[in-house]
């Protein structure tokens, strides 16, 4: 099951530089994961300080 951030995400970036498989891009104001290419692994989740992704 893929990772979702939700409307929390501060775009501090954090989420993006610990991606394992590089699936999260800079959106307008927000992070976005590719649900296609994001492989469940957390990781996004575990460095997130407002708690943002999510799993789907």
């Known amino acids: 099951m893929a990772y979702l951030i939700n409307d929390d995400c501060i775009s501090c970036g954090a989420c993006e530089s ?3 498989v590089n699936c ?3 959106g307008e104001g927000i992070y976005i994961i590719d649900p296609n290419e994001c492989i469940d692994c ?3 989740a575990d460095v997130c300080p407002v708690d943002s992704p999510k799993p789907q």
């Open 24 to 26: 999260i891009t800079e």
């Open 42 to 44: 957390g990781a996004c």
């Open 18 to 20: 610990e991606c394992p």
